[in-house]
């Protein structure tokens, strides 16, 4: 008799245990949660701005591309095709501002933490792809100004090398960049700050909450 009276009693506590836990559980959740949203907010503005920054500026690059076609010469070659090639760039970079904007409103915060963290690793993943687009727009910055009118016939050999020197090296740091934007450098410090630029950190700085989590559980 005294044996199952300690069964039970230790049953009881076992449950009042796991009941106690259980609601530990919820609320660091919900206090991870918070903090999530409180770093994320910060990525909500900045994609929020850098839309309108995106609007603001194919809305130029395309009053310039209007232009030089309303006023076409065989001049405004190299000028057509560089800001042709950064009106591209530009236009993906919008468009995934705008989906990650939504995907940051659209987490699910009532889901489980792991369906969390694929969220968010999907939108980290999102924007390293996002920074390694708009690395390739670089070398066409080193070409909008050029014209066929001067350039190469009326400049000097000097200049010649100079641009070949300044364009070729963009091109080669462009793709270095383009082939370095890579989830596997995220534990080097010189491509989280680059991707801070695009809300890199932010995320980043999520993530390491439900970490923490799994951490507690695990503990």
């Known amino acids: 008799m005294e044996n199952t009276e300690l069964i039970s009693i230790w049953k009881q506590q076992n449950a009042k245990i796991d009941k106690a836990l259980a609601i530990n559980e919820l609320l660091l959740k919900e206090v991870i949660n918070n903090k999530a949203k409180t770093s994320l907010k910060s990525l909500i503005k900045l994609k929020t701005a850098g839309i309108i920054a995106f609007v603001l500026y194919l809305l130029l690059l395309s009053y310039a591309l209007v232009y030089a076609f309303s006023n076409y010469s065989s001049a405004w070659n190299y000028f057509i095709v560089s800001i042709s090639a950064i009106v591209l760039v530009n236009i993906k970079g919008f468009s995934d501002y705008v989906k990650h904007l939504i995907w940051t409103n659209n987490i699910n915060y009532n889901g489980s ?67 370095n934007h ?20 932010s995320v980043m700085k999520a993530m390491e909450f439900y970490k923490e989590m799994e951490e507690f559980k695990k503990g």
């Not at 890579?182 to 950190?201: A, V």
Request: aromatic residues 22%; positive net charge.
């Open 182 to 201: 890579k989830p596997e450098n995220l534990d080097k410090k010189w491509f989280r700050n680059m991707i801070t630029g695009s809300g890199g950190k």
């Open 113 to 179: 933490v792991m369906e969390i963290q694929q969220q968010l690793s999907r939108l980290q993943l999102s924007i390293i792809n996002h920074a390694k687009t708009m690395c390739l727009q670089f070398p066409f910055y080193t070409t909008f100004y050029l014209s066929n009118k001067w350039f190469p016939q009326s400049v000097g050999f000097g200049y010649i090398i100079f641009q070949v020197f300044l364009t070729g090296s963009f091109i080669y740091f462009s793709y270095w960049l383009y082939k």
